[in-house]
C-alpha cells in the first residue's frame, strides 16, 4: 500500500530559486527518507530523519518532519539545472522490519 | 566500498522465459529488499531478505516470483515464465538493518517482448 504521498507531483522552477516538496504519511514511523533518481537510474539516498527529530540539514537540502501531522518536507535551496530530478519519500513503518513504503514522487525540472 | 552492484542492467525476455536478476549489497550491508518500479510510479516493496532467509515477502506476487540470499553469492530474484506486465524496472537495497539508511543499486530494467 502507498504510505507516503509527495506535494507537489511536478514542480517547475528558474536556477537559483527553492525548491519546497512535500510528503504526508499515514502510519506511525520510525524513520523518513528522502531519494533522488535521475530518468532511468537508480536512487540516490539524500537524508534520513528518524522520528524523534524535527530538523536535518544536508548541503542545500533541509528536511523538517511533523510527527503530529504525519508530514515531511525537502527544501533544496539555489536550485540548479542539475538538481532536475524526480525525488521520493519512503517510510519505515513503526512495526515494520526495515523495509520502506515509497510515495509516487515528485518530479522536479530546474530550468537555466 | 563498491555501492550495490545489479546485473543485468537491462534484460529481454520472451514471453514465457525465466529471468534471474542479481544484486550484490554494498559490503558489510546483510539486509537487501528487492523493490519494483512501473513508469512514472514509485517503487513497491516486494521483498526483505537476510543471508539464507526470507524475513518479509509480504509484496512478491504468489506465483512465479520468488528470491533467495544464499550464505555465498549474491541475492537473486527469480520469475518464472514471465509476462508482460512484468515488464519494469527492479531494484535492489541493501542495508546494515531496521533504522539504518538503505542504499540502491541502478536497476534491472526487464522487458518482456
Known amino acids: 500500500s502507498q504510505q507516503g504521498e509527495e506535494d507537489p507531483q511536478a514542480l517547475s522552477i528558474q536556477e537559483g530559486e527553492n525548491a519546497t516538496m512535500n510528503c504526508s504519511y499515514k502510519t506511525s514511523i520510525n524513520n523518513l527518507q528522502w531519494y533522488r533518481q535521475n530518468s532511468g537510474r537508480g536512487l540516490v539516498h539524500l537524508i534520513l530523519?528518524?522520528?524523534?527529530?524535527r530538523e536535518k540539514h544536508s548541503g542545500r537540502l533541509r528536511v523538517t518532519l511533523d510527527t503530529s501531522k504525519k508530514s515531511s518536507s525537502l527544501l533544496i535551496t539555489a536550485s540548479r539545472a542539475a538538481d532536475t530530478a524526480s525525488y521520493f519519500c519512503a517510510t519505515e513503518g513503526g512495526g515494520s522490519q526495515g523495509n520502506l513504503i515509497f510515495g509516487k514522487g515528485t518530479k522536479l525540472s530546474v530550468k537555466p | 566500498n563498491a555501492g550495490v552492484m545489479q546485473n543485468p542492467r537491462h534484460l529481454v525476455r520472451r514471453r514465457g522465459q525465466e529471468a534471474r536478476l542479481r544484486c550484490s549489497p554494498m559490503?558489510?550491508?546483510?539486509?537487501v529488499y528487492w523493490y519494483r518500479q512501473l513508469p512514472e510510479e514509485g517503487l513497491k516493496f516486494m521483498v526483505y531478505?537476510?543471508?539464507?532467509?526470507?524475513?518479509?515477502e509480504s509484496g512478491m506476487p504468489k506465483e512465479r516470483f520468488s528470491a533467495e540470499f544464499p550464505k555465498e553469492g549474491p541475492s537473486i530474484l527469480r520469475i518464472q515464465q514471465v509476462v508482460r506486465g512484468d515488464s519494469a524496472a527492479y531494484f535492489c537495497?541493501?542495508?546494515?538493518?531496521?533504522?539504518?539508511?538503505?542504499?540502491f543499486g541502478q536497476g534491472t530494467r526487464l522487458t518482456v517482448v
Open positions: 531478505l537476510q543471508k539464507e532467509n526470507i524475513i518479509d
Open positions: 559490503k558489510g550491508h546483510s539486509h
Open positions: 530523519i528518524r522520528s524523534n527529530e
Open positions: 537495497a541493501s542495508s546494515t538493518g531496521k533504522g539504518t539508511e538503505a542504499f
